[in-house]
């Protein structure tokens, strides 16, 4: 009867879907190295996820923006929140739907979205990582101004 368990284990395998993507709590964990547990970062070394990124969150531009952040990383000077950055991240590596769940994290949590507040969904990260394929984090950094950042 030992290999009752181990046969119910090959079938539930075999009919498992695709692992899911972390959600985007146990993902913001490696963010918060930099940016910290609360969000609010270090002023002048990581930015704070705060009025800069719930202004961001309202427009298509913006929206790219964030998802392009996290794909290929950012750096040179940003002015966020009327504190200047001159700090690099590096890209993170996350699938879409990873980078669709931390956003929504970030979103929801310490910029305070509120109800109007339009998900990210993974489709919508995979569109932005195809029109934004060539960029590089430089690059990056110099659509904040054009997205509505500050
Ligand atoms: C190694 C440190 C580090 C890690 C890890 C990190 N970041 Fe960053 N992040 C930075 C730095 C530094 C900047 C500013 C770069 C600059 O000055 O050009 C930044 C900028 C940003 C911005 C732009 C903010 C704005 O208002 O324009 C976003 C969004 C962001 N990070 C999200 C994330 C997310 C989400 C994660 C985790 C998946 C993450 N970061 C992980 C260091 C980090």
Redesign the pocket.
């Known amino acids: 009867m030992r290999a009752v368990p181990l046969v119910a284990f090959m079938l539930a395998s075999f009919t498992a879907p695709a692992l899911a993507s972390p959600d985007g709590k146990t ?2 964990a ?2 918060a ?3 910290l547990p609360t969000g609010t970062g270090v002023p002048g ?3 704070a ?1 705060d009025g ?2 719930k202004r ?1 969150l309202a427009n298509p531009a913006g929206r790219r ?2 998802a392009l ?2 794909i290929h ?6 002015t ?2 009327a504190k200047t ?6 890209p ?1 590596q ?1 699938d879409d739907a990873g980078v669709a769940n ?2 929504n994290f ?1 979103a929801t949590g310490f910029a305070k979205a509120g109800k109007t507040y339009k998900p990210f969904t993974p489709a919508e990260v995979t569109r932005i990582r195809a029109s934004g394929a060539t960029l590089n ?1 430089s690059a990056v ?1 110099a659509l ?1 101004p054009l997205a509505g ?1 500050n």
């Open positions: 993902i913001y490696r963010c190295a930099c940016h070394a990581f930015p996820f800069d990124f961001l923006y964030l952040v996290v990383g950012v750096s040179g000077t940003l966020v929140d950055y001159r700090g690099a991240m590096p993170q996350l931390v956003l970030i984090s950094a904040h950042g």
